[in-house]
């Protein structure tokens, strides 16, 4: 099985109406499978499109065998890949602000935010699966959220656990950081992906929605990170949906974390002095 895979970055305008913003997703996802992609990422709340509000998040809330992941199970099937993306789960009364990974076969991972952003914790739950990584022939991913990327304890124990590949779907505000673009050249939510890809020796592709949304304003940026650190494909611009793709080799993961005979930052944790405890086991 090869290791070397295209992902396809499915940056969304926002709507209001969650069907358009399924089927915008989808016509997306069947143009990035038709030009080659193995892995299709869509934002956060992909669907019904990124809101806090809880009166349209309790109408559109689904659970995981609802039309959403089969409308995306069908895609990654007629793709022959996966595909990667953000909903409103229900869980009896309790709603989540979730993602999933799916292919032909069913929903291989799942995964709930564990840390909510700004009005997020009016309507959700926080998410209560811990940090999950999915085996795949290709290889093993990680899933995270948005959010989530600002705790580096996420990324890190991602990697402890053997992901090579972490697909986080996101909806970036502007206006988080301080400073303008111009004077960061890169808004602070490129940088530290490229930093932490580059600090945990991973691939990570994070894809947001772009341009005005419910009373924000989506910042783009959608951007894959090899574990170098460098921008594969992106950071897109702010306005636009746009569809691009990055190569990614995983075989370059264990080149990363061994970077000279003398150098090997997968290797040179001093667990004597700190560790990283997940679910009660030590990493």
């Not at 998040?57 to 990654?76: F, I, K, N």
């Not at 989530?148 to 991602?158: G, K, Q, S, W, Y």
């Not at 970036?172 to 004077?183: C, K, T, Y």
């Not at 650190?229 to 370059?252: C, E, M, N, S, Y």
Request: charged content about 15%; proline content about 7%.
């Amino acid at each position: 099985m090869s290791r070397v895979l295209t992902i396809a970055l499915c940056q969304l305008r926002w709507s209001p109406d969650p069907a358009r913003n399924l089927d915008q997703g989808l016509a997306m996802a069947a143009d990035g499978f038709a030009a080659g992609a193995d892995i299709v990422v869509l934002p956060e709340l992909a669907m019904p499109g990124y809101t806090t509000d809880p009166a349209t998040l309790a109408r559109a809330a689904e659970t995981l065998d609802g039309p959403t992941v089969r409308a995306w199970q069908s895609a990654a099937a007629a793709g022959g890949g996966y595909v990667a993306g953000g909903l409103c789960e229900r869980d009896g009364d309790r709603l989540f602000d979730s993602a999933v990974l799916v292919s032909a076969a069913g929903v291989l991972g799942r995964y709930r935010k564990a840390h909510l952003f700004s009005a997020e914790k009016r309507v959700f739950t926080p998410g209560d699966l811990g940090f999950p990584v999915v085996s795949t022939p290709q290889g093993p991913f990680g899933i995270c959220i948005c959010y989530d990327l600002r705790f580096v304890e996420v990324l890190r124990i991602l990697a402890l656990q053997g992901a090579e590949l972490v697909l986080v779907p996101s909806a970036w505000v502007s206006g988080f950081d301080r400073g303008s673009f111009a004077a960061r050249s890169l808004p602070g939510q490129v940088a530290g992906l490229l930093v932490q890809a580059n600090l945990n020796q991973v691939f990570a592709v994070a894809v947001s929605f772009a341009g005005p949304g419910p009373g924000l304003e989506f910042l783009g940026c959608s951007v894959a990170a090899g574990p170098y650190g460098d921008a594969l494909a992106g950071p897109l611009p702010g306005d636009a949906q746009q569809l691009v793709f990055a190569r990614v080799d995983l075989d370059l993961v264990a080149e990363a974390a061994r970077r000279s005979p003398l150098v090997t930052p997968g290797q040179d944790r001093r667990r004597d002095l700190y560790s990283v405890t997940h679910l009660g086991q030590e990493l």
